[in-house]
T-cell receptor, first 111, second 113 residues
Framework: ETGVTQSPTHLIKTRGQQVTLRCSSQ?????VSWYQQALGQGPQFIFQ???????GRGNFPPRFSGLQFPNYSSELNVNALELDDSALYLC??????????FGPGTRLTVT | ELKVEQNPLFLSMQEGKNYTIYCNYS?????LYWYRQDPGKSLESLFV?????AVKQEGRLMASLDTKARLSTLHITAAVHDLSATYFC?????????????FGKGTHLIIQP
């Protein structure tokens, strides 16, 4: 059973650009959630996808969007990057139980 | 709005000592999670507490949940240096997880020899 993987590991972008982050869920997991963790803070919920549909969203603007594919892998897209978007982005996958399995994260730096 | 508060936020302690981290939350929930995070790393799941009175132990760590008091504790017994990390509690409001987990700010724990 493979765990949750994310790519890339690190990324540097310029303010105003767009970025796509990727997540492969743990085998068989049909639900994926994305979180943003600013330095020194706890993770904040961005949104959740279940069977390719967004079914929950945190307090993030529409320029944060996502996709989930039939194989349950997922993308997080951020448009018009701002300096405050610099953070560790974590995805977590789950099946039917309460346990969520977090990936290693993507460190995004916006300059 | 669900609020999750941890205290202390910073803790420096000596090896061999005992200590407790507290996690208070503001609305009804019966799912409470504890995670460990090492610098630059992702979150490692420690405990999932699913009912009032739940108690779980793993090695030198023990977690408990009191849903009536909206309080969870993470107790460290005879601390060792390897337990140095940041510890987060997180609460699931319910709704099948579609609202995500709400995390506390974390407790940065340093254990000195």
């Amino acid at each position: 059973e493979t765990g949750v993987t994310q790519s890339p590991t690190h990324l540097i972008k310029t303010r105003g650009q767009q970025v796509t982050l990727r997540c492969s869920s743990q085998s068989g997991h049909n639900t994926v959630s994305w979180y943003q963790q600013a330095l020194g803070q706890g993770p904040q919920f961005i949104f959740q996808y279940y069977r390719e549909e967004e079914n929950g969203r945190g307090n993030f603007p529409p320029r944060f969007s996502g996709l989930q594919f039939p194989n349950y892998s997922s993308e997080l897209n951020v448009n018009a990057l701002e300096l405050d978007d610099s953070a560790l982005y974590l995805c977590a996958s789950s099946l039917s139980g309460p346990e969520q399995y977090f990936g290693p994260g993507t460190r995004l730096t916006v300059t | 709005e669900l609020k999750v508060e941890q205290n202390p936020l910073f803790l420096s302690m000596q090896e061999g000592k005992n200590y407790t981290i507290y996690c208070n939350y503001s609305t009804t929930s019966d799912r409470l999670y504890w995670y460990r995070q090492d610098p630059g790393k992702s979150l490692e799941s420690l405990f999932v507490l699913l009912s009032n009175g739940a108690v779980k132990q793993e090695g030198r760590l023990m977690a408990s949940l009191d849903t009536k008091a909206r309080l969870s504790t993470l107790h460290i017994t005879a601390a060792v240096h390897d337990l140095s990390a940041t510890y987060f509690c997180a609460v699931d409001k319910g709704g099948g997880g579609a609202d995500g987990l709400t995390f506390g700010k974390g407790t940065h724990l340093i254990i000195q020899p």
